[in-house]
C-alpha cells in the first residue's frame, strides 16, 4: 500500500512540475515577443487629411462643383422623365469614356437586338 501511495504522490508532483514548467515557458513567450503599435510602418505624410470647417457663406456649388444648382436637382427629381432622360445622358457619357465592355453589356445588346427594344 505504501509503493502506490509512493508513486501516486510521484506523479502528482511531476504532473505538478509540468504544469508550473509550461506556464512558465508561456509567460517567458509572451514578455519576449515584442508588440507591434497600431501606426507602425505608416508614413506620417500619407495620413489622411483632416477636414476643414467652411464658412457659412460658402455655396453648394463651390464645396461640388461637379453637381448642378438644386433647384435644378429638385425639379429633375419631381420629373420623372426628366430622371430617365438624365440618366440616359450620364450613361452615354459613362459608355464613352469606359469602353470596354463585359459578357454582361453584350448579353444586354443581344437581349436588346432580340426583343427588339
Do not use: W
Amino acid at each position: 500500500m505504501k509503493r502506490v501511495l509512493k508513486a501516486l504522490g510521484q506523479t502528482l508532483i511531476q504532473s505538478i512540475l509540468l504544469v508550473c514548467t509550461l506556464a512558465l515557458i508561456s509567460l517567458v513567450g509572451l514578455a519576449v515577443v515584442p508588440t507591434q503599435g497600431a501606426y507602425a510602418g505608416q508614413d506620417k505624410s500619407h495620413a489622411p487629411q483632416e477636414a476643414t470647417i467652411t464658412e457659412p457663406a460658402t455655396s453648394f456649388e463651390d464645396l461640388n462643383p461637379q453637381a448642378g444648382s438644386y433647384d435644378e436637382i429638385v425639379k429633375t427629381a419631381q420629373n420623372p422623365a426628366n430622371v430617365e432622360k438624365i440618366y440616359d445622358e450620364s450613361l452615354k457619357e459613362y459608355k464613352g469614356e469606359h469602353p470596354q465592355e463585359g459578357i454582361v453589356q453584350k448579353a444586354e445588346e443581344l437581349i436588346e437586338k432580340v426583343t427588339g427594344n
